[in-house]
């Protein structure tokens, strides 16, 4: 469902999401690698990109503290907070209150 846009990248078809797409761009992969070495790497990235699930899990599970960086409403996912304080329990003070 996706369709390459030329030089640009790849772009949403038909009913997808913009973080759907966001997945198919090299920006996204270069950051999705660059995470797994070192989580904390998700400060300098975009919101939309620190908004992405998968993008969030990935850090905290390469780095617990990552979660700081983590989008507000992903700090009450509780797959995202346990992939942190699994590796940090630091990362506890982070996640939302409810």
């Given at each position: 469902?996706?369709?390459?846009a030329?030089?640009?990248?790849?772009?949403?078809?038909?009913?997808?999401?913009?973080?759907?797409?966001?997945?198919?761009?090299?920006?996204?992969?270069?950051?999705?690698?660059?995470?797994?070495?070192?989580?904390?790497?998700?400060?300098?990235?975009?919101?939309?990109?620190?908004?992405?699930?998968e993008?969030?899990?990935?850090?905290?599970?390469?780095?617990?503290?990552?979660?700081?960086?983590?989008?507000?409403?992903?700090?009450?996912?509780?797959?995202?907070?346990?992939?942190?304080?699994?590796?940090?329990?630091?990362?506890l003070?982070?996640?939302?209150?409810?």
């Amino acid at each position: 469902r996706y369709r390459p846009a030329g030089a640009i990248g790849w772009h949403a078809v038909e009913g997808r999401s913009q973080v759907e797409a966001l997945h198919r761009t090299d920006e996204w992969r270069s950051l999705y690698q660059l995470v797994q070495k070192d989580g904390l790497c998700l400060q300098k990235a975009t919101a939309e990109m620190r908004s992405d699930r998968e993008m969030a899990a990935e850090a905290c599970w390469s780095n617990g503290l990552a979660l700081q960086y983590v989008d507000p409403e992903l700090k009450s996912d509780w797959e995202i907070v346990y992939c942190a304080v699994s590796k940090s329990g630091t990362a506890l003070m982070w996640a939302a209150s409810e």
